[in-house]
T-cell receptor, first 111, second 113 residues
Framework: NAGVTQTPKFQVLKTGQSMTLQCAQD?????MSWYRQDPGMGLRLIHY???????DQGEVPNGYNVSRSTTEDFPLRLLSAAPSQTSVYFC??????????FGPGTRLLVL | SQQGEEDPQALSIQEGENATMNCSYK?????LQWYRQNSGRGLVHLIL?????REKHSGRLRVTLDTSKKSSSLLITASRAADTASYFC?????????????FGKGTLLTVNP
């Protein structure tokens, strides 16, 4: 199993641009989530999904959209990138929220 | 606001010594988890302890939970250089939405060879 994969590994955006961070898992997990990690802040939950077609907001959802059309994929969309969205983004999946498997992360720099 | 807060923020020890890090949280929880993050990598789940448990072991890891004090500790025995990483506690709050994990800011552990 590849586990949780994220693409791209690194991205530079200009303010106002949009982009989609991809996340896929091959473990047939129902639960998937997106976090951002900023220096000194730990991980903060952006959005999560408990199954295909079901998504909900986390702690810091503003500026981000998600959808879950399949069990395997959970893309995160930045609608209009802002410098405050410069961060490392982690996708995670699990059978439930109790034990999560994390991807390697996407480093995003917004200029 | 952060639900879990790790203490200390940074810890430096010699190989072979034990490392203890603590996590305090604010609200009632269903469970508390510890994760490890090596530099530049994703997080790896280490251990989960439920609110009705007081202690759990996994290899060289020992986790305790004191719900009356809203605190947990992670003990790594006989540390190795490979244990150098950041360690995070994460809590699942009880009541309301049970699908969210809240992470602390982490403890950076350095094990010197």
């Amino acid at each position: 199993n590849a586990g949780v994969t994220q693409t791209p590994k690194f991205q530079v955006l200009k303010t106002g641009q949009s982009m989609t961070l991809q996340c896929a898992q091959d473990m047939n997990h129902e639960y998937m989530s997106w976090y951002r990690q900023d220096p000194g802040m730990g991980l903060r939950l952006i959005h999560y999904s408990v199954g295909a077609g079901i998504t909900d907001q986390g702690e810091v959802p503003n500026g981000y959209n998600v959808s879950r059309s399949t069990t395997e994929d959970f893309p995160l969309r930045l609608l209009s990138a802002a410098p405050s969205q410069t961060s490392v983004y982690f996708c995670a999946s699990g059978r439930d929220q109790e034990t999560q498997y994390f991807g390697p992360g996407t480093r995003l720099l917004v200029l | 606001s952060q639900q879990g807060e790790e203490d200390p923020q940074a810890l430096s020890i010699q190989e072979g010594e034990n490392a203890t890090m603590n996590c305090s949280y604010k609200t009632s929880i269903n469970n508390l988890q510890w994760y490890r993050q090596n530099s530049g990598r994703g997080l790896v789940h280490l251990i989960l302890i439920r609110s009705n448990e007081r202690e759990k072991h996994s290899g060289r890891l020992r986790v305790t939970l004191d719900t009356s004090k809203k605190s947990s500790s992670l003990l790594i025995t006989a540390s190795r250089a490979a244990d150098t990483a950041s360690y995070f506690c994460a809590t699942e709050r009880s009541g309301g939405s049970n699908y969210k994990l809240t992470f602390g800011k982490g403890t950076l552990l350095t094990v010197n060879p």
